[in-house]
């Protein structure tokens, strides 16, 4: 008998961050050598399933980096990271003279220290970059931002099983192979004109794309590997997923600036299984 444990939460705060729908994610995701997530973002599908292995990619850099600098020095850069958690760097002056900072940096290891601080310091955890790949989020007015310590530490150790890779979606799903499982995020298809969020990074995510990504995953369980992918649930998605088996949610969101006013929302998760 197994003894029920709280999710394990990611380190950084992230728009469309899993955590809340683990349970209903690992309900869909069948067993397999290794878990390959071409949109990683926080991380929390890797850091809540059990695979021997993990290809974690994402397209933003930044958040790559990041991930393999933690891997590779654990404790060392953690304590860097904490250097900047103090209260003289809670200011609107420190925020934007360290954002300043960070957009000016070459330094790969740099530039991981700084992008834990503004994700934490940063409004709403937003990670957005303007046209010339300035990181442009404004500086959030928390009381006594959190340090997340223990939640890095928890990443740090579990990225042995992991290889993290700077790539498109494309560049990942063609590194699929037998006993893999796949399990996509992408940037969601946005519930009205109005409402489009789909670049969380420099590039955009456009419906050509989010056809592409449904019709790799088709190919895929064609080939023998499953896929599961979340989005939200529209005419547009429910005609791209018309191959997989479709598991309607409803999902509490914000719907503005104010943290308060939120609602439900549809999501769904498409599961397209390993023929065979």
Known sequence: MTT??????????WAGNKYRIIERIKARLPAGQRLVEPFTGSGAVFLNTDYP???LADSNKDLIDLYNTLKREGAAFIADCRKLFRPANNTAEAYYRLRAEFNA?????????????????????????????GFNVPFGRYKKPYFPEQEMLAFHHKARRATFRHATFEQTLRQIRSGDVVYCDPPYVPLSLSSSFTAYHADGFDLEQQQRLADIAAAAAGGG??????????????????AADIEQLSVQRSISCHGHKRCRVNE????YPAAG
């Open 4 to 13: 029920a444990t709280a999710p394990v939460r990611p380190f950084l705060k």
């Open 53 to 55: 292995r993990y290809l």
């Open 105 to 133: 940096c070459s330094d790969t290891r740099r530039r991981a220290v700084l992008f834990v601080y503004l994700n934490r310091h940063g409004y709403n955890g937003l990670c957005r970059y303007n046209a010339k790949g």
């Open 225 to 242: 590997i499953s896929v599961l992918i979340s989005n939200h649930d529209t005419p547009f998605t429910r005609s791209a997923y018309a």
């Open 268 to 271: 769904l998760l498409a599961f």
